[in-house]
């Protein structure tokens, strides 16, 4: 099935929000007796944020979509200038989580509130960028980009599909899959309420 690259776009987007929001009911429960699975689900997620909208959603946007924008509708330069700082520091930030998330584990609860404090922070600031994409490139790019442009875009966006997103599944994702979305509460889990 071929999707467009607006609609994988928007369907990244949504994965990588239930994912956010997952987390941040996970942080307002906080860990209960079963410690080790909060961790575990915790870490799978971080690690998906790394692996999948930091390594393979931004670069496309930065070197395809963002890149076309600019050519037709430089008064978004200011915008798209944001969003790229944005990209720039994602891959930091959340590595930085991960460390984060490491000391709450392995020293324990005082290391809890640098976590807590930096995880909200993070999902707002993710939360915020994609808000901005939507709002202020997309349509844009669906009013003025071209044949040609689509063709590339679609070309790019459709492989490395995300995992969280439905469809094919490439198998090798299968445990990082089952690892978040069998064990993590809703939106993006069914795991325990
Ligand atoms: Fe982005
Ligand atoms: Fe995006």
Redesign the pocket.
């Known amino acids: 099935m071929t999707r467009p690259a607006l609609q994988v776009i928007r369907d990244e987007h949504s994965a990588v929000s239930a994912v956010l929001r997952s987390m941040l009911q996970m942080l307002d429960r906080g860990p209960d007796e079963e410690q080790e699975r909060f961790f575990d689900v915790l870490r799978a997620m971080l690690f998906y944020i790394d692996e999948f909208p930091e390594r393979r959603?931004?670069p496309k946007?930065s070197d395809l979509l963002f890149p076309k924008i600019a050519r037709m509708a430089p008064h978004l330069m200011p915008v798209i200038r944001k969003?790229e700082d944005?990209?720039m520091s994602g891959e930091r930030r959340v590595r930085e989580l991960q460390h984060l998330l490491l000391a709450w584990e392995l020293l324990g609860d005082s290391r809890r509130p640098a976590f807590e404090q930096a995880a909200r922070e993070y999902v707002q600031f993710y939360f915020n960028?994609m808000r901005t994409?939507e709002t202020e490139l997309l349509p844009v790019a669906q009013k003025m980009l071209g044949e040609d442009d689509w063709a590339q875009l679609n070309a790019a966006f459709q492989a490395n599909a995300d995992p969280l997103v439905g469809g094919d599944r490439d198998p090798t994702y299968d445990r990082l899959f089952t690892r978040i979305v069998m064990r993590a509460p809703a939106p993006i889990g069914v795991g325990p309420e």
Do not use: M, N, V
């Open positions: 959603h931004h946007e969003l944005d990209h960028h994409e």
